[in-house]
């Protein structure tokens, strides 16, 4: 637990989310600013800074998170879907605490 990480700070209740799936290692809510009409974020509930911090104690973890994609995806009535994994701040990361994106179903389209 990072005190200064938004998604810590998620994954002990402290800040809300729209969440769609939890066990006792990983996270997985909507992005709040969706790029895509499903945009879910799949976060591990350790803190770990990016994909640069992970080595292979961390083997297991990543997975079981890659393997959550689709299978939440499926349940989010998605057929195929996009993964992004931002690393490192000239990688376009912003939120240092590991993260998998999950994006389908098409464009978001501006609310208007
Ligand atoms: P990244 O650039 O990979 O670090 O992406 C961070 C993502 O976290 C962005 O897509 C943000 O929209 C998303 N995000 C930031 N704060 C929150 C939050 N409180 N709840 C849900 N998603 C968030
Ligand atoms: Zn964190």
Redesign the pocket.
Known sequence: MSSDC??C??VSGA????KIYEDDDVIV???????AKV?F?IVPKLHVESLLNCDSQHQALLGRMLLLAPKIAKEQGLAGFKT???TGREG?????HL?V?VLGGGEKTPKT
């Open positions: 938004i998604f700070k998620i800040i809300p989310s729209k809510f909507n992005d709040i600013n969706p790029s945009h974020l992004l994994i931002n376009g990361q912003e939120v240092f993260h994106h």
